[in-house]
């Protein structure tokens, strides 16, 4: 990340991580989408953490395949992110 990127405040670097991984698909990328949804669902802030978990699911598929552990991982996090959405 550039120097200045660092100075900037917390969510204008999600939103700049955001819009650079919307252009790379790898799986570097896709871990990175999926812990800004852990952070985002650790936030209480499901609406946020399920984009970024769908985005994640979609490039681990569409990369490595839905046999790779972070695809299970993913799935697992969007399914347990329902069960915590429904709980409220």
């Not at 209480?44 to 490595?64: D, F, N, P, R, S």
Request: hydrophobic share 35%; net charge negative.
């Amino acid at each position: 990340m550039p120097p200045s990127v660092l100075s900037l405040p917390y969510e204008q670097k999600v939103n700049h991580l955001h819009t650079l991984f919307n252009y790379e698909k790898n799986i570097e990328a896709a871990i990175v989408l999926n812990n800004l949804g852990a952070l985002y669902e650790a936030q209480e802030k499901y609406a946020e953490a399920k984009i970024y978990y769908e985005k994640a699911l979609a490039m681990i598929k569409e990369t490595v395949g839905e046999t790779h552990p972070h695809y299970q991982n993913t799935s697992a996090s969007l399914k347990r992110l329902d069960e915590l959405k429904d709980k409220k």
